[in-house]
C-alpha cells in the first residue's frame, strides 16, 4: 500500500532554480534512504543522489555535484531535490526512489515513483 509520488517539476530557465518533492504514503513503518534517478532522452536511467538514515552524508553522481541538493523531511516522509543552476543536459524525467519497511519485523523493499518531468530550457 505504499505510494511514491513526485511534485514540483515542470519547465525551468537555465538561471533559474526548482526545487522538486516526493511524498510517500500508505503503511510505512521506517524508510531507510531516499533516492532521486533520472532519465535523459534517448538514455538509460541513471542514478543522481541519495540521502540515508545515518548521519553518513549525502551522495551524488558527478554530473549534478554542486549544483543538486538532496534533503529529507522524515517527520513527513519527503525527499526533496533542490536543482539549481540547471543545464539543458538536466532534462530528464525525475524519480523517486524510497526504500521503506512496513512493518518493524518486515525487510525494507524499494518503492518507485511514476517520475515527474523536469525541462530545463531558455
Known amino acids: 500500500q505504499v505510494k511514491i509520488m513526485e511534485s514540483k517539476g515542470g519547465l525551468v530557465r537555465p538561471g533559474g532554480s526548482l526545487r522538486l518533492a516526493c511524498v510517500a504514503s500508505?503503511?510505512?513503518?521506517?524508510?531507510?534512504?531516499m533516492r532521486w534517478y533520472r532519465q535523459c532522452p534517448g538514455r538509460e536511467r541513471e542514478w543522481v543522489a541519495t540521502?540515508?538514515?545515518?548521519?553518513?552524508?549525502?551522495l551524488y553522481a558527478e554530473s549534478v555535484k554542486g549544483r543538486f541538493t538532496i534533503a529529507r523531511r522524515n517527520v513527513a516522509n519527503i525527499l526533496d531535490l533542490q536543482i539549481d543552476s540547471p543545464k539543458p543536459e538536466d532534462t530528464a524525467v525525475y524519480y523517486c526512489?524510497?526504500?521503506?519497511?512496513?512493518?518493524?519485523?518486515?525487510?525494507?523493499?524499494?518503492?518507485w515513483g511514476q517520475g515527474i518531468q523536469v525541462t530545463v530550457s531558455p
Open positions: 526512489v524510497m526504500t521503506i519497511r512496513q512493518t518493524a519485523t518486515s525487510t525494507y523493499s524499494d518503492y
Open positions: 500508505g503503511v510505512i513503518q521506517a524508510i531507510s534512504t
Open positions: 540521502i540515508s538514515d545515518i548521519d553518513s552524508g549525502p
